[in-house]
């Protein structure tokens, strides 16, 4: 038997000590306002610059931050304003010293925001996430190519797919974290639209970039990716983002200076593994959500502010008197969905109750309406499927899981749940309970 000595021992101790991470320290690049008194620090953004991964000949640390992701994060900022695209930054709140275009990188330091040459004005700034509203059309960047096989093959794999299997689906194909590689238990499924911002998912009308045509909510495998628990909670802390930098590749970009262990790990770390199952619009939102979350502060009633979407305010209330967090509701209506579709394929559609909102003749014309309201958006989304003459059995499509007729089987679905409780009540469901409804809440948000 051999017997280990002291020094032996020691070695084996000491060699298997952790080192902490080197903590690599940043500058600010601030993004003011021009508009307002310089006095007053009106930002916009205040960002981290950390050294420059290319090393100049004479070996001085160069800190900079990548201007496009600047430029993206000013526009939603500020809701789009500039929707010319001649926005621009310069050095001085005139706007007089633009920044140089050739510029790819920007140095530490003050900067200021402008939505046109010669026109400086108090254009009003998000500050709150409920005001942002999604954009028609993302930026061409935030885009990857994708082939018609490819299109097919995503549109096979997961149109079936139910929202309760989101968790397991997303990890079982990812197979590992996306950032790190990591493929082990501690790996969480991430949603990039968070699940509490259930209400504004529903507004913007979201669940037409989702992958599955079984649901309207954030439980879609085109809204998740696989993390490492930590990356999870660094992203939900607003930490860092996904950016694209082409060929279909992103990089992870701390945005948040108090992340400084996390620089080695995660800033400008490339990330070719993102699969295509997952849709850019939501990435982008998740971009969105996370550079207006960074806000440090509320400013004063001078200060112009986008107003908050009354909609989704009003819905966000509408959810919160169900008791239920909303995050909850989105797991609880695919279940209440799933037993309903298995009874509405097997019968004929229930004749409506008293209790039916479809059949209340004050509501008719208003439902009419909304349906007028959907089919125009319809348009406009996927012009070509609109054109297409009704039939019992449309063609499959990767464009969106919506089609001309959701609302209406969104509202019978709803109905059917109301008028047979059964279907989700157990022994131990106390009297009078009632669930939330999310299909209903899913129609109308459609329509309005």
Request: aromatic share 10%.
């Amino acid at each position: 038997m051999v017997e280990y000595q002291p020094e032996s021992l020691s070695a084996i101790v000491l060699s298997s000590q952790i080192q902490p991470p080197a903590v690599v320290q940043s500058q600010p690049v601030e993004i003011l306002h021009p508009a307002y008194d310089v006095e007053l620090d009106i930002s916009l953004l205040s960002l981290p610059a950390f050294p420059r991964l290319s090393t100049p000949a004479d070996g001085l640390t160069v800190y900079g931050i990548t201007r496009s992701l600047v430029m993206d994060a000013c526009r939603i900022i500020t809701n789009f304003a500039a929707n010319s695209q001649e926005d621009y930054l310069a050095f001085d709140p005139e706007g007089t010293s633009p920044v140089p275009t050739g510029d790819l990188f920007l140095a530490p330091g003050r900067y200021f925001y402008h939505l046109a040459p010669q026109r400086v004005t108090k254009y009003p700034i998000v500050m709150d996430f409920s005001a942002f509203k999604f954009p028609k059309v993302i930026p061409r960047h935030w885009i990857r190519p994708k082939t018609a096989e490819e299109d097919d093959n995503l549109r096979i794999a997961y149109e079936g797919v139910p929202s309760s299997e989101m968790s397991w689906r997303v990890k079982t194909d990812d197979e590992s974290c996306v950032v790190t590689g990591y493929c082990s238990t501690i790996c969480d499924n991430a949603h990039l639209v968070p699940k509490d911002e259930l209400a504004w998912f529903l507004v913007n009308e979201m669940g037409r970039f989702n992958r599955s045509t079984l649901g309207a909510t954030v439980n879609d495998v085109s809204n998740g990716v696989t993390l490492r628990c930590d990356v999870h909670r660094l992203l939900d802390s607003q930490s860092f983002v996904f950016y694209p930098v082409g060929d279909r590749k992103y990089v992870t970009y701390l945005v948040r200076g108090t992340s400084r262990d996390y620089v080695e790990l995660l800033h400008g770390r490339e990330v070719s593994t993102v699969p295509l199952r997952v849709s850019d619009e939501f990435l982008y939102a998740r971009f969105a959500y996370n550079i207006i979350k960074l806000r440090p502060r509320v400013f004063g009633p001078s200060v112009v502010r986008v107003p908050d979407d009354v909609a989704v305010k009003q819905l966000e209330e509408e959810l919160r008197r169900t008791k239920k967090k909303s995050s909850k509701m989105a797991d609880d209506f695919e279940r209440e969905y799933m037993r309903s579709i298995r009874v509405l394929t097997a019968a004929p559609a229930p004749a409506p109750t008293r209790a039916s909102s479809i059949s209340d003749p004050n509501s008719v014309d208003d439902i009419a309406a909304g349906d007028e309201r959907y089919q125009a958006k319809y348009t406009t989304w996927c012009p070509e499927l609109a054109e297409l003459p009704e039939v019992e059995n449309p063609p499959d499509t990767s464009e969106t899981p919506y089609h001309l007729e959701t609302p209406k089987m969104l509202r019978l679905r709803s109905q059917w749940i109301k008028d047979h409780p059964e279907v989700w009540q157990t022994v131990e469901t106390a009297p009078g309970t009632t669930r939330p409804d999310v299909l209903g809440l899913a129609a109308k948000s459609l329509t309005s």
